[in-house]
């Protein structure tokens, strides 16, 4: 055992760094930090949070093994690592499961060591291994250059692929469905839902309609409601309708044209509803007569060749681009889906050609600022890249 800063388990090293930084959140004044330093502090201190997570996941585990959970008292390791932590204990037992799964899996264990993961990153890597040990190394270089949500999609086209049975795993899916209620102490009504992944993109589908029309009234009314908030009063408006509408939101339904001949998805083939994941073939296939989904097939054709003569983008090319972008700003760390525009890379103007490698998905903000304010979007080595616009010369 072995004792530093009156804590029992640190080290020399790590007690002086805890003392460290406790000083400097003790004692900084962040309010004369200039804006371009407080954001170089932030990704400094995010980089050695990873650190720090990774040791306590790590930590808990060892607890979990050795029992010694059992002999501080408690009923369980979760049960000790929630008290430790201030978190739910639910919050506890994922953190525990992640650490027990990424005990068998080298190449993660050493990134979330080095700071490389956040233990979330590590279990969505964790899953997609178990069910495809192959994928490892693209879903931790994923993990290195793209976003949650880049690792996320990857991670379940993996899992998806390696399914040797698509029916049963939604079939359990399925049967796992429920709609939860509860108030809490301040009154107020919550709800917690678990759907299949074409059930959810139906309701939300009717949702963002709803919110969309409560948007604009709001926006004409001046009302400052979030938009959250408007999603919840569209939820309510649905359910107490007594007319029921056809969605004008689209589902997009992503699937391989041989696929849908096999009956089942084969290793890099897709099936997929955007903003939901994957589905089996046989789902997909329930959901063709509705007017609200489109169905993107892909039958071996270069979408690339795709290309027009003018400034307007035809509904075949914006197809393509929502296809390749999943209908998400490509800004990165953006992964915003609601009010995206098809933007030209290099503007019309400028001479750039209407062709899906000179158009991006963007959001409205990210779109003016490119606009009116010279930012730049970039696409090389399959990276999209925000640059801010170029400085201009400085007086001699």
Not at 198 to 205: I, S, V
Request: include cysteine; charged fraction near 25%.
């Amino acid at each position: 055992m072995f004792v530093a800063d009156g804590v029992v388990g640190g080290g020399s090293e790590l007690g002086v760094a805890a003392g460290v930084f406790r000083r400097f959140g003790a004692d900084f004044d962040f309010s004369v930090v200039s804006g371009e330093d407080a954001v170089g502090f932030l990704s400094f201190i995010c980089a050695h949070e990873k650190v720090v997570a990774g040791i306590k996941m790590l930590c808990a585990r060892r607890i979990d093994e050795t029992r010694s959970w059992a002999r501080s008292g408690h009923c369980s390791a979760a049960s000790l690592l929630a008290k430790e932590s201030g978190e739910p204990v639910g919050t506890a037992k994922r953190l525990l499961e992640t650490a027990s799964e990424v005990a068998s899996l080298p190449g993660v264990e050493h990134a979330v060591r080095n700071g490389g993961l956040s233990p979330s990153q590590a279990g969505q890597i964790a899953s997609a291994v178990k069910a495809d040990p192959t994928s490892e190394r693209k879903l931790l270089e994923t993990a290195g250059t793209g976003s949650f949500s880049d690792l996320k999609t990857l991670s379940g086209r993996v899992r998806a692929a390696a399914d040797t049975d698509p029916m049963e795993s939604y079939r359990k899916v399925h049967n796992s469905r429920y709609l939860r209620r509860w108030t809490t102490p301040d009154g107020a009504f919550n709800l917690q839902a678990r759907l299949t992944p074409d059930a959810g993109a139906k309701l939300w589908a009717r949702i963002e309609d709803e919110t969309d029309l409560l948007h604009k009234e709001a926006r004409r009314a001046r009302c400052g409601d979030r938009f959250e908030a408007l999603q919840a009063d569209a939820l309510v408006a649905l359910a107490t309708s007594d007319t029921q509408s056809t969605p004008t939101t689209q589902i997009f339904l992503n699937v391989d044209a041989a696929a849908l001949l096999r009956g089942h998805i084969t290793p890099g083939e897709l099936c997929e509803i955007d903003g939901a994941g994957p589905i089996p073939v046989e789902i997909a296939e329930t959901l063709f007569p509705a007017a609200y989904v489109k169905t993107i097939v892909k039958n071996g054709t270069d979408v690339k060749t795709i290309s027009h003569h003018s400034r307007a983008i035809s509904p075949t090319l914006k197809t393509a681009v929502k296809t390749r972008d999943h209908g998400t700003c490509v800004v990165p760390g953006c992964d915003n889906h609601r009010y995206t525009e098809t933007d030209h890379i290099i503007t019309y103007a400028q001479g750039g050609k209407t062709r899906l490698d000179n158009l991006a998905t963007l959001c409205t903000w990210h779109h003016r600022q490119k606009t009116l304010h010279g930012w730049q979007i970039t696409h090389t080595n399959n990276q999209w890249h925000w640059k801010p616009p170029p400085q201009p010369p400085q007086p001699d």
